[in-house]
């Protein structure tokens, strides 16, 4: 088993945000330290960690404005079709079409006529 490495990558020191994240720090650290008993170190580390700032910066710069972001929308979903129930499937499985329901108005007329003309005939005049 050969491991190979491409002569092409190199390594290019810590990436930019761990840079300014680092010079940040011991700019701190600097200042911090300064207030000290450590006074010279700390101007030291505080001047180190302003100039490391300034060269991540400036490399943060030089790399580009990033790659503009895409927000893409998921591709809209297929609406399935609802089969359509016939009128005896509507009111359910094993029950045949109601007959309990009401009368219109002309049924109700009809049968008010009959009614009317059974009642005449059974008084028993027959005529009118």
Known sequence: MAVTI??????????TPALIRGAGLSAALGIGLSITDYADLGKWISVGGVLLLIYSLHRFGRTGPDAPI????????KKKKKKRKTASEAEGPGSAPSETAEPTATETAGESRADSNANESSDGSGER
């Open 6 to 15: 491409s002569a092409r990558t190199r390594f290019n020191g810590p990436s």
């Open 70 to 77: 895409l927000f893409e929308l998921a591709p809209p979903r």
